[in-house]
């Protein structure tokens, strides 16, 4: 099987570079920097284990995909993920209580407590906050690194790009109207003569939520995993990493990346074209 091996890396020198070579059994096909990253690239047969690839460049990224796989879907997360922001800590911020909501996002975020039991709580520490406030709170909040590259990228190559995220609707959907995307599914915000009520609507979007949406949506486009994509950074994002073809942890936290499939900690959202070879 022909596999796309690609690798980004702050920097891999010449000895390391004939050492990969060697162990591909062939030349790099692509060797470029891509602003603060290089991206290295090689189309190659040989059975290769990404232990074998970190034992002589630990600090990278590594990618190893079917060089035939044909991308249809790519799923994101959207806090943290698609945008530098948890929403639910910058409205918290308005009532000045950021500190204390943050506290039980980081923990979630973590997976040491349930996704559900910490978004209950949040959202009622919400309550009497003043919904008027919300677009300028998503004022202030910008895009990660890439996002738009990357949404353009896509968007040519015909892939679907979703979100799906535990964060709140009318967020979610300013964010596929400015990045060009093409649905989202993510928490409905409850208010009542112009404040949040603190409550819940059901359904939350947490982990199975996720899952379950990336596999509906994939089999009502006739997919199979390979030919999905989903990037995500939180506990929460795990099952939905785990069922994509290519599921990628996003700067994510040590629990995400001990099992995400892949992890990516170097380079911008738009490098990610470079592994699926639309750049």
Not at 3 to 30: K, M, V, W
Request: proline share 3%; hydrophobic share 45%; net charge negative.
């Amino acid at each position: 099987m022909l596999r796309r091996i690609t690798l980004l890396a702050p920097y891999i020198d010449n000895h390391s570079l004939a050492e990969l070579s060697q162990l591909f059994q062939c030349g790099p096909s692509l060797q470029q920097k891509s602003r603060e990253i290089f991206q290295y690239q090689w189309l190659t047969d040989a059975l290769v284990h990404e232990g074998q690839v970190r034992q002589i460049v630990p600090d990278c990224d590594v990618f190893m995909i079917d060089a035939h796989t044909e991308l249809k879907l790519a799923c994101f997360d959207m806090d943290s993920t698609l945008i530098k922001a948890e929403v639910i800590d910058e409205l918290a911020e308005e009532l000045g209580i950021k500190s204390k909501v943050s506290e039980i996002t980081a923990s979630a975020m973590r997976g040491e407590i349930d996704f559900v039991e910490s978004f209950t709580q949040r959202m009622a520490l919400l309550k009497g906050l003043d919904i008027t406030l919300l677009p300028q709170v998503f004022d202030r909040i910008s895009y990660m690194a890439g996002a738009a590259r990357l949404m353009k990228g896509l968007g040519d190559a015909g892939v679907k790009r979703v979100v799906i995220s535990g964060g709140f609707d009318l967020f979610a959907s300013r964010v596929v109207s400015e990045l060009g995307m093409d649905e989202f599914f993510a928490n409905r915000l409850d208010q009542n003569e112009g404040q949040l009520t603190g409550k819940t609507i059901l359904p939350i979007v947490d982990a199975l939520f996720k899952e379950t949406k990336l596999k509906e949506l994939s089999e009502s486009m006739g997919l199979e995993s390979s030919h999905v994509l989903a990037v995500g950074d939180g506990a929460n994002d795990i099952p939905m990493l785990k069922a994509a073809g290519v599921g990628v942890a996003l700067h994510a936290k040590p629990k995400v990346q001990e099992v995400a499939p892949f992890v990516m900690n170097h380079g911008e959202l738009d490098d990610l074209l470079t592994v699926f070879g639309l750049q």
